[in-house]
Structures are given as C-alpha cells and as structure tokens.
Nanobody, 124 residues
Framework: QVQLVESGGGLVQAGGSLRLSCAPS????????MAWFRQAPGKEREFVAA????????LYSDSVKGRFTISKDNAKNTVTLQMNSLEPEDTAVYYC?????????????????WGQGTQVTVSS
C-alpha cells in the first residue's frame, strides 16, 4: 500500500513563496494521478491542483491558478507544488493525494491515498 509523505510547509509572509513536495513510498508517481488539497480551520477540504500520470495534463482551482504550479518528476518519484504570491487566505494544512485512474479530478472522493498533511501559514 502506497504511503504519501509531504514536506516543505512552513511560515511565510504574504507575497512570498513556498515549495511543497510529495513522495509516495511503495509506489511510483508515474502510475498515479497526483493532487494537492488543503483544509483551513473550520472549512471543508478544498481542491488545489492535480496532475495526470504522464505530467502532461494539469488542473487548478480558480483561487490558485496563475500563482501555483504542480509538476511531477518521475525520475525522482516526487510531485511538487510551487506556490508563489502567497496570500493569508492560502493558510491551511496541505494534503497530497493520489489515485490509480487516468483522469484528473477536483473531487476528493476520487482519491484513494492521502498524506498526513503539512502546515502552510501565510502572515499578512
């Protein structure tokens, strides 16, 4: 069973950047659709971005489009979320997720595997 391990969260000032990484142990990112979700206190889990198996197709939520970039390095077996122009509203726990299908989805129910989450805090 694959386990997803996130890293790279932290505290940053508004306008700054952070880079999150996700590495699946016991599996290869090339055989999964990979995604990032986030959950702020008192709010529902929210889709952020997804990338298909080959890395050629991506999907973003409107709230992060143009600021965040999801990418996949099959050779390093990692998925990265580059977050630029961060805003206080981006503060949340960020979760890496994956499923074995072929389509990128924004609905969390389609994803079978989840990481433990990494905290991102953006100060104003």
């Amino acid at each position: 069973q694959v386990q997803l391990v996130e890293s790279g969260g932290g505290l940053v000032q508004a306008g700054g950047s952070l880079r999150l990484s996700c590495a699946p142990s016991g599996g290869s990112v090339s055989t999964y659709v990979m995604a990032w979700f986030r959950q702020a206190p008192g709010k529902e889990r929210e889709f952020v971005a997804a990338i298909n198996r080959s890395g050629e197709r991506t999907l973003y939520s409107d709230s992060v489009k143009g600021r965040f970039t999801i990418s996949k390095d099959n050779a390093k077996n990692t998925v990265t979320l580059q977050m630029n122009s961060l805003e206080p509203e981006d503060t949340a726990v960020y979760y890496c997720a994956s499923h074995r299908g072929y389509s990128v989805f924004s609905i969390h129910n389609y994803y079978d595997y989840w990481g433990q989450g990494t905290q991102v805090t953006v100060s104003s």
